[in-house]
């Protein structure tokens, strides 16, 4: 059986809504200033980034990083965000502080006291968790990396999560650094650790730590780099997407795709002759490779889809449509495509549909109009076993991954029967400028913006713009904002459900571990509108769904204090669902707090 934890934060709540209706918060913590990443984190602890309000745009932000207890809420831990992260150990989370000489990692208990403590040599480059065997698997560099030195020797190390020892260490060489390291230059599979940094493609077996292979990446990737005056500095490592196993490693990067081979290495690339390609998926089967791309435009996005040949890397087909919003691309972001690869079928979920194209040819084997039901772009498409699973605004839906046919759908999940008003459900808060933990309410009305959009002053029945409330710009944001909704969703896979594939899901929800990661928490991309808030929610409820028959229990609703909830994020293990509530209009001048909330256990027990 498998099964999905559904949160839903939808519903308007008015001061007339019945009180004793929604479960209390456990704790509240205020920040007095503006919220801008929740992390659910292992132990039922919380990271949390805030910052100032206003600052000056010639002076650097300068924010706060919190580490909070999530049993009782208070502080375990709070520092400047520069130079520090805050990594998800388990049982405990574990700090990290950079300076110029050193880096420092520290494991805390709840009291801020440490477990233990490391303090090592060089400059850490990129950190991941491997669940699986309790380690801490770091990347790091000499420390005159620090001075600009562009080529260093750098280290793959394992740090036993329980007490900080070192349990392996393995020296890669000289590698070409970037000035930026993403954390997923790393994939982990159960007995090979794949990367792609300094400009070499590595892979090591944890049977000895053996170095399998260590070779240059590609000169046509073409890494940027920037001429200063000092000397050349990559500027940034490309962004990347993966699909590891112990044996194989599919890898989309911006503008190429390539598989690589535990015994060969580096078996084929292959470019996407496309501008301004930004991976998003990958996937691979027996026969082919499969990658999605984002043709980034400054009118709308593109979604194009490659799939190879695995032996020979030759480009089989490709397809390519519209999705995305009828707004420039720096001020917004459309959602991740939605792709489940499998059966011999690709479905992907394009604008108001979902297509299921031949794996062999290409060719379309089915499309789902969902245009008129409430998916349009607030979906998300995932795999589950021989099926697809599509989460919109308030619809659920499964259909047969290989011939589209339906298998169960729900209709206004998350939605209580029991509050008045309930036609503001499809309304929602819209962002405040540079918010980036905007969660899980950002989804807008259509409805609403394009009648604020088409709202005329008082006695005017003209079509000029002089003859409407709005600005042609303003009204033009409203119109991108209706076509721009985003998830309004959390989502989280039961620990140890099998055939729960997540692809093209990486920009909407950061997973570091290997597999059996039991917390999920969303941080979906900002919809920029400049634009003051209109009729937040304040209310979410909880199910649990049955991705086999659709069946579900569902939770009472969850209470905000402020009416403009921000970000949502899940601890399951604790037991725990986290707000973020945020200043966005004038009805919530004093809130900028995060709340929390027990989780029902009868939902834990599907």
């Not at 194009?304 to 919003?325: F, M, P, S, T």
């Not at 199910?543 to 209470?559: A, I, M, P, V, W």
Request: with cysteine; aromatic share 8%; hydrophobic share 40%.
């Amino acid at each position: 059986m498998l099964a999905s934890l559904f949160f839903c934060a939808g519903v308007a709540m008015t001061e007339d809504t019945p009180a004793n209706t929604t479960t209390p918060a456990l704790w509240t913590h205020d920040f007095k200033e503006k919220l801008i990443k929740v992390e659910a984190l292992p132990g039922t602890y919380l990271g949390v980034v805030s910052g100032p309000l206003k600052h000056k745009k010639k002076e650097p932000y300068k924010a706060t990083r919190w580490l909070l207890d999530g049993q009782a809420g208070g502080v375990v831990w709070s520092g400047p965000e520069e130079a520090s992260e805050i990594v998800a150990g388990d049982p405990h989370p574990v700090l990290v502080q950079q300076d110029k000489e050193a880096l420092t990692l520290r494991a805390l208990s709840r009291d801020g006291a440490a477990v233990w403590s490391r303090t090592l040599p060089g400059v850490s480059l990129s950190i991941a968790v491997d669940v699986e065997n309790k380690e801490l698997i770091l990347l790091s560099a000499a420390a005159s990396w620090l001075d600009g030195s562009v080529e260093q020797p750098a280290q793959l190390q394992a740090l036993s999560l329980a007490d900080g020892a070192t349990r392996w260490e393995a020296d890669l060489g000289p590698l070409t650094l970037p000035v930026v390291t993403p954390a997923n230059v790393m994939a982990l599979a159960p007995r090979t650790i794949w990367l792609f940094a300094g400009e070499r493609l590595i892979a090591l077996s944890r049977d000895g730590m053996k170095v399998l292979f260590n070779q240059a990446a590609p000169a046509a990737w073409g890494v940027a780099r920037e001429k200063t005056k000092k000397k050349n500095q990559t500027i940034a490592s490309p962004v990347l997407r993966w699909d590891p196993s112990d044996d194989w490693c599919a890898l989309a990067l911006e503008g190429n795709v390539a598989f690589l081979s535990a015994e060969k290495g580096l078996v084929w690339t292959n470019p996407v002759d496309k501008s301004n390609a930004a991976p998003d998926a990958v996937a691979v089967t027996d026969r082919t490779v499969i990658a999605g791309f984002r043709l980034v435009r400054k009118e709308r996005s593109l979604v194009w889809v490659g799939a190879y040949d695995r032996e020979k890397g030759g480009l089989l087909w490709e397809y390519e449509n519209r999705d995305g919003a009828l707004a420039k691309w720096d001020r917004v972001a459309a959602p991740p495509i939605g792709m489940a690869v499998g059966r011999g079928r690709v479905a992907l979920a394009i604008g108001g549909d979902v297509v299921g194209l031949d794996e062999a040819s290409g060719k379309r084997a089915y499309r789902i109009d969902l245009s008129k039901q409430e998916y349009t772009y607030a979906k998300e498409l995932r795999r589950a076993g021989d099926r697809f699973v599509l989460f919109g605004k308030f619809h659920i839906r499964a259909h047969d991954l290989s011939s589209g046919e339906l298998k169960w759908k729900l209709a206004d999940v998350g939605d209580p029967i029991d509050y008045a008003q309930r036609n503001q459900k499809y309304s929602a808060g819209m962002m405040a400028i540079g918010f980036q933990a905007a969660a899980s309410m950002q989804e807008f009305s259509a409805n609403s913006m394009r009648s604020l959009a088409t709202k005329k002053l008082p006695g005017r029945t003209g079509s000029t713009h002089k003859d409407y409330f709005f600005s042609p710009s303003a009204r033009g944001q409203l119109e991108s904002a209706a076509k721009q909704a985003a998830s309004n969703s959390a989502f989280y896979s039961k620990a140890g459900s099998a055939g729960i594939d997540f692809l093209g899901l990486s920009n909407w929800t950061e997973v570091r571990s290997l597999s059996g990661d039991p917390r999920r928490h969303v941080q979906p991309r900002v919809v920029d509108t400049g634009m003051m808030a209109f009729m937040p929610f304040r209310l979410a409820s909880a199910l649990l769904l049955d991705l086999d028959s659709g069946t579900y229990r569902e939770s009472g609703s969850f209470r905000a204090k402020s009416a403009c909830i921000t970000a949502l994020c899940v601890d399951v293990p604790g037991r725990r669902l986290y707000y973020a509530n945020h200043k966005l209009a004038p009805a919530c001048t004093q809130y900028k707090d995060i709340q929390a909330y027990p989780l029902p256990e009868e939902l834990l027990k599907l």
